[in-house]
C-alpha cells in the first residue's frame, strides 16, 4: 500500500473515554425556554432536509423546496418573535437523488429563491459501483443544478485500510464536482472501530472532502454521539494541521429537537462557535424539521405574553 505522508497509522483509541464524554454531552440541558426556542430556531437553518425514497416524485420534491424555503411558520415565528418575525429562516439545503435534482432546481427557480440542492451520487447507499459509473453520476447531478454531492465510501477499503485507494478515489469523486461541495459519508456504523472513523475522517478530508458525514441513514447504525466525537476530534487535527475548516453532517439518527440541541452543544464545545454555522454544520434529515416545529408551537403557545427572542447571530 503506498504510504500517505499525513497517516498516523498507530492512532489509537479509548473508547471508554469517548463513551464517557459522549455521556455526558447527552446530558446537557438548555435552561429555560426562550434559550430552547432561539437554539430551535438556529437548529431549523442547519438542516439538508431531505427526501431519498423510493417513490419519490416531481411533486413530492417541490413540497420540500417550498416547505425548505418557509419551515417554520408565520404564526408560530409571530409569536416567537414579534416584530422580527420577518427575519428569513430556511433550512440549509434540500438533498434529493440525482433523477430529482432537475425538479428541485426548477421549483427553487420557480418560488425565487436560491437555497443550495445537494444530491446523493457516487452509488449511494452501497458505494459498490465502478469508479467511472460513480465520477459520472456526480458530474450529471452538478450539470443539472446539484451544487453539493454526498458520497459515500466504499467500506471495505476502510475495514481492510486501503487507505490509498480511498484516498485516490474520494480525490476523482471531488474532481468531478467541480465548483460544488463534496460531502463524504463515512457510513461509520459499518465502520468496525472507532480508529476506522478516525482515520477515514483524515484521509477523505485530505482528498478534498468540505464535510464529512456520518451515515447514508439507510445503515442499521447512523449516527451516534461517539462517532460523531470521534470525527470532531479528526476535524480539529486536520485543522490544526492545515488551517483548513472542514464542516460535519450528522444523519439518521436526529429525530427529536433534543438530538438537535445535543449534537448543536457538541460542535460548540469541540469545535467552537466557528463551526456552528450552516457553512460546517450541517444534520441530514427528513423528520428532524417536523418535530422541531411542533416543539417551537409549545413553547409559543405556552407563554402567557409572547417573548421576542433575538436568533443567535450566524
Not at 447504525?221 to 479528526?234: E, K
Amino acid at each position: 500500500m503506498e504510504e500517505l505522508s499525513f497517516m498516523n497509522h498507530n492512532v489509537r483509541i479509548n473508547e471508554a473515554a469517548v463513551n464517557r464524554r459522549a455521556a455526558t454531552l447527552q446530558e446537557f440541558k438548555l435552561q429555560n425556554d426562550d434559550a430552547l426556542a432561539a437554539w430551535l430556531l438556529r437548529a431549523v437553518t442547519f438542516i439538508d432536509l431531505t427526501t431519498l425514497g423510493g417513490d419519490d416524485c416531481e411533486s413530492n420534491v417541490a413540497r420540500l423546496c417550498r416547505k425548505a424555503k418557509n419551515p417554520i411558520s408565520q404564526d408560530i415565528l409571530h409569536l416567537l418573535l414579534g416584530t422580527n418575525s420577518q427575519k428569513k429562516i430556511t433550512t440549509a439545503a434540500v438533498c434529493v437523488y440525482p433523477a430529482m435534482v432537475p425538479h428541485a432546481k426548477n421549483t427553487m427557480d420557480t418560488i425565487g429563491s436560491n437555497l443550495p440542492i445537494a444530491s446523493v451520487a457516487a452509488g449511494f447507499p452501497s458505494g459498490l459501483y465502478p469508479l467511472e459509473t460513480r465520477v459520472r453520476e456526480i458530474e450529471l447531478a452538478v450539470q443539472a443544478g446539484a451544487t453539493e454531492i454526498d458520497i459515500v465510501v466504499e467500506r471495505h477499503l476502510v475495514i481492510s485500510r486501503n487507505w490509498s485507494q480511498l484516498y485516490k478515489d474520494t480525490m476523482a469523486m471531488k474532481k468531478a464536482c467541480g465548483e460544488a461541495h463534496l460531502k463524504t459519508i463515512l457510513a461509520v456504523g459499518e465502520l468496525g472501530t472507532l480508529e476506522n472513523i478516525y482515520n477515514a475522517s483524515i484521509v477523505t478530508m485530505f482528498a478534498g472532502s468540505d464535510f464529512i458525514k456520518t451515515s447514508t441513514g439507510k445503515e442499521a447504525v447512523n449516527a451516534t454521539l461517539p462517532s460523531g466525537l470521534v470525527m470532531c476530534r479528526a476535524i480539529r487535527d486536520y485543522f490544526a494541521i492545515t488551517g483548513r475548516k472542514v464542516g460535519l453532517k450528522p444523519a439518521g439518527g436526529l429525530r427529536t429537537a433534543s438530538d438537535a440541541v445535543v449534537w448543536m452543544n457538541m460542535i460548540r464545545e469541540e469545535l467552537g462557535m466557528d463551526w456552528l454555522n450552516p457553512h460546517f454544520f450541517r444534520i441530514g434529515a427528513s423528520g428532524l424539521l417536523g418535530n422541531i416545529e411542533r416543539s417551537l408551537l409549545e413553547l409559543a403557545t405556552g407563554h402567557k405574553e409572547p417573548t421576542f427572542i433575538p436568533i443567535p447571530a450566524m
